[in-house]
C-alpha cells in the first residue's frame, strides 16, 4: 500500500484516478462521463506541470492509496455511485493538505464534479 505523502504523488494518484474512470466509463458506454473524467485529467496534468517550482518539500501525512480503491469491475448503477462517492471523498481528503492554492482549488473543483455524479 502507497502512501499519499507529497504532491507530487497525490497528483500521480489523481491522474491515474481520472484515467481509470476515463476507461470505466467509455466501457459502459458513457460517453459525457468518460469525456469529463478526461477532461479532470488533464487539468490536472497542467496543474502538476505549472505548479512544480512552487510546490514546497514538507511531507503530508494521513493519506493512503488503499482508502480509495474503487472497484472498476461493478457497472451497476449502484456501484458508479459507489465509484464517484469514493473519488469525491479523495478529493475532499487530499485538497485541503495541498499548500499549493491554484492546486488546492483544481481537486477541489474535481471532487464538486464526482459528488455531483454521486447523488
Known amino acids: ?28 458506454d458513457k460517453s459525457d462521463r468518460a469525456k469529463a473524467a478526461d477532461k479532470r485529467r488533464k487539468k490536472l496534468e497542467r496543474v502538476r506541470r505549472e505548479n512544480v517550482v512552487e510546490i514546497t518539500l514538507e511531507p503530508i501525512e494521513g ?25 469525491s471523498q479523495f478529493y475532499s481528503d487530499v485538497a485541503p493538505k495541498i499548500n499549493v492554492r491554484q492546486a488546492q482549488r483544481a481537486l477541489e ?7 455531483e455524479f454521486a447523488e
Open 1 to 28: 500500500m502507497s502512501s499519499l505523502n507529497t504532491f507530487g504523488s497525490i497528483l500521480t494518484h489523481a491522474i491515474e484516478l481520472e484515467s481509470s474512470l476515463n476507461a470505466y466509463y467509455t466501457s459502459i
Open 63 to 87: 493519506l493512503d492509496e488503499a482508502d480509495y480503491t474503487l472497484n472498476l469491475d461493478d457497472i451497476s448503477e449502484a456501484g458508479q455511485t459507489a465509484i464517484e462517492a469514493t473519488a
Open 109 to 115: 473543483r474535481c471532487g464538486q464534479e464526482h459528488a
